[in-house]
């Protein structure tokens, strides 16, 4: 009775049918412009208000409501989309998600995906290797920085605990004096250290942010004085977090002299390169990451600059026996007489249970690209930053903020009349080009200013479209902007 809704050997041929059908309503709808610009209130009105009706509704409503659905989103390919770190993804990519959905494995235990969990160790492990880690290192797919970030702080959390007080937080919760633990990073870095922390129990007053140097990247002085201002207090670090790639500036914190300093008080060094870790495929900016190979634990997203479809991160651990602090068996899943018998159930080594096998797209994709070109297009991004930086710089009425460090600029419109409010012109220039479907740009606040900001995420965009752009960003703020 249910056969035809599900794929078997038997109906395979219905299978090519229904992925041929909705691949040619994507291709067919995919928008020619960044937005539609339909309001919120518009959208909602384009989908069904019944969610599961009586009777099956006609493929032509169903078809109907999917082409609504591509027509009205943002084509991220587009060369004026340029807000946030997200990427087009690449078509091998795309192609690989179809057999990951297709064929549903789960990366839990081995009985659900048995080479996907050989596949996702393999690549792992060959991630820790390329970043620089030692043969005792280890890691897992996470679905990206935020829980990555998570992980590493939970982990430290951990070792903090059972190194100076050998007391494990998964048996027994936090003891009392977990208040005085603390987390330093700088004032840039991402604000999941401060979610981290709130989920960790031990709250955002853990959290102490460092001051940025003019390049927004950590002082590293400023980081130890305020080591040595914890410790005349009584309170206790536990972990510092370096940022490889900053959401807004793409700085790299010193690494070398972080780790150097963590290594000096013994604490744990993790690196946020969920942006900057792509570098590590690039010979031209590799050397930024100098000092990574250090780090107690690493967070990299697949789903930015490696083109990635979200989710796809993974976690990279110095010492994999950190691992034992979250691993938990369950008989019907991992027993542990699994473990005994060297079967990878890797649900020891992750916060989440059911997991995509989102190790297959990477592996995928680093065949059909190659080294030289993946790094290839990770220099484009930047080289596309910087062109924009140096046409803002000479563009009239706008101030670049920033010098970019990776795919990253900042910058402002400057109104013609001095007493004007900049940042609510600033604001409105956004609004205007989002609401109108001209493009999609960033935005941010620096030194307590609204700023603009592009995103370069897409290498195969050209400088001339940059530079319209910067055009496009002025002739909006010249419209606005009361002479």
Known sequence: MFESDFLTPANADLYQRQVAKTASIVAACLPDRPYSGRTPDALAELIPADFLPQAPSSPEMIG???????????????????????????????????VISSINQSMDSFDLGPLAAVTEQKLVRWMCSDA?????????????????????????????????????????????????????????????VDQSAHQLGLGTDAVVRIPVDGKFRMD??????????????????????????????GSIDPLPAMANLAREWGIWLHVDAAYGGALLFSDTHRNKLCGLEAADSVAIDFHKLFWQPIPSAVFLLRDASHFDAIKLHADYLNPKFHEDEGIPDLVTKSLLTSRRFDALKVWIC??????????????????????AAETIRHTPRLELVAEPNLGTVVFRYVPSKPEADADVL?????????DDGAAVIGHTRVHGFRCLKFTCMNPSVSDAQISDLVELVRKQGAELDIP
């Open 220 to 249: 590293e002085v400023a980081l130890r004085e305020a080591l040595q201002t914890l410790r005349a207090r009584d309170l206790l670090p536990m972990a510092v977090v370096a940022t490889a790639g900053t959401t807004d500036f």
């Open 366 to 387: 680093f065949q059909n690209l190659g080294r030289a070109k993946l790094g290839a297009m990770i220099d484009r991004t930047i080289a596309l930053a910087a062109h």
């Open 64 to 98: 109907a409501t999917l082409r609504a659905v591509v027509a009205n989103s943002l084509p991220f390919s587009h060369p004026y989309i340029a807000a946030h770190l997200h990427p087009p993804p690449l078509l091998d990519a795309l192609a690989a998600e179809l």
């Open 132 to 192: 620089g880690l030692p043969p005792t290192s280890d890691g897992t797919f996470t679905t990206g920085g935020s829980q990555s970030n998570h992980m590493g702080l939970l982990l430290a959390r951990d070792a903090f605990l059972k190194k100076h007080w050998n007391w494990s937080a998964q048996r027994s919760g936090l003891p009392t004096d977990a208040r005085r633990l603390r987390i330093l990073c700088s004032d840039v870095a991402h604000f999941t």
């Open 426 to 434: 600033n604001d409105r220039i956004r609004r205007r080009l989002f």
